[in-house]
């Protein structure tokens, strides 16, 4: 069968999806996404199809396929177990010239949906003769080329800046967005705790800029920064702000943010995924857990608790039952626990510390809030590294 391949615009119109079952509930996503006005005609859905009702995004009639929820449709998808039901959907569809996508019999169908992937803006669709498992195979090999080899960059006169969260430390934890946009990046601005990894494998022409590096006090070294992003990216590049963890997780992405917001430079923020939860899962330790903590705070020990620069509100966590996560706080750990257990927080609630989170260096200790200063420095332990604080500490041993 010969195929004439087309690329549908759906924003705005309808898409009629006879059937409220696993497949719908499979292709429901890419239709939502191109914009369509989704209409499911079924007796039943699933729990994730109720979920899409609920939240507004598509409407659903309880009951079976009648040809007038066919009125206004551009496309059909039908997606159910009874053949002779999906070929009255079908033939009506034929007689209204709709275009009709069947599950269940493709021979049968006036339109297929193609194996796809997806890279930003490149989307490709393949079909092997009915094939199906051919045109996966394809496009799974297709997606591989395409993650792996640097594609054409459209440029204009002005560049862009994308701050990138890089994950806890292991290369394979930054996003896949993330790692689509490093790969084709003009620049790239790295902090400390970037994944080592991941600028190795960076093309040879990409300028490199290490913000540890950059001299002078934590807050001229910010605004150095600042201005390395708004000068490339007025020249013309595509700058990646590559940071550890989540560019607003104790980053300061707000503040570079806001620097390339006032020099008229786009700004698009892909969130990484942060130590604050990842490094103590790797550790076996859930940051919240039912019947044990239905809540968990995330704060900065940079600060000691008694310094007037603390923005902490170390005796209201103190009061709290849920779980504590400290970052950036193995300096100040003898100082907090000390606050913490002054102000009620009892001295053998678990507490661990984890270093390096994700990485080959990655060491654990269990303690409680009583000892785990001491046990801490007796151990050795160095930052980075994340303290948490909570019955949860050992719900999993």
Request: charged residues 20%.
């Amino acid at each position: 069968m010969s195929l004439y391949p087309l690329a549908l615009r759906l924003d705005g119109r309808k898409v009629l999806v006879v059937g409220g079952g696993s497949v719908t509930t499979r292709r429901i996503p890419a239709l939502l996404d191109a914009g369509a006005q989704v209409r499911i005609v079924s007796p039943v859905l699933t729990p994730a199809l109720h979920a899409h009702v609920e939240a507004g995004r598509l409407t659903w009639r309880e009951g079976r396929f009648d040809e007038s929820d066919l009125d206004g449709a551009w496309l059909v998808q039908v997606a159910v177990d009874d053949a002779e039901a999906a070929a009255r959907v079908s033939a009506a569809a034929e007689e209204r010239r709709i275009f009709c996508v069947r599950a269940d019999d493709r021979t049968a169908a006036t339109a297929w949906t193609p194996a796809v992937t997806r890279q930003g803006q490149i989307t490709v669709a393949v079909t092997d003769g009915g094939d199906r498992r051919n045109a996966m195979a394809l496009r799974d090999l297709i997606a591989a080329a395409l993650t792996n080899h640097e594609l054409p960059v459209a440029r204009t006169e002005q560049g862009q800046v994308f701050l990138v969260g890089s994950g806890p430390g292991d290369p394979e934890l930054i996003t896949v967005k993330g790692r689509r946009l490093l790969d084709r990046a003009d620049v790239v601005v790295a902090d400390r705790l970037v994944p080592g990894m991941l600028l190795d494998e960076l093309r040879p022409n990409v300028e490199l800029v290490d913000a540890a590096k950059i001299p002078y006090g934590p807050s001229v070294a910010q605004e150095e920064i600042n201005r390395i992003l708004v000068d490339r990216a007025l020249a013309g590049k595509f700058v990646v702000r590559l940071k550890g963890g989540d560019p607003y997780v104790f980053g300061r992405g707000g503040e570079e943010a806001l620097a390339c917001a006032k020099a008229g430079v786009p700004v698009t923020v892909v969130p990484g995924v942060t130590s604050s939860i990842a490094a103590p899962a790797l550790a076996g330790i859930p940051v919240t857990h039912r019947g044990v903590a239905h809540e968990f705070t995330v704060v900065s020990g940079h600060v000691p608790p008694e310094s007037d620069l603390s923005l902490v509100d170390w005796s209201a966590l103190a009061r709290l039952r849920g779980t504590l996560v400290i970052l950036m706080g193995l300096k100040n750990l003898p100082k907090i626990a000390d606050r913490l257990l002054a102000d009620g927080r009892a001295a053998d609630t678990p507490a661990a510390v984890v270093q390096e989170g994700s990485t080959t260096g990655q060491r654990v200790l269990r303690s409680t809030l009583g000892e785990v200063a001491a046990a801490t420095a007796a151990a050795g332990l160095r930052p980075p590294a994340v303290v948490v604080v909570g019955d949860v500490v050992p719900v999993l041993g």
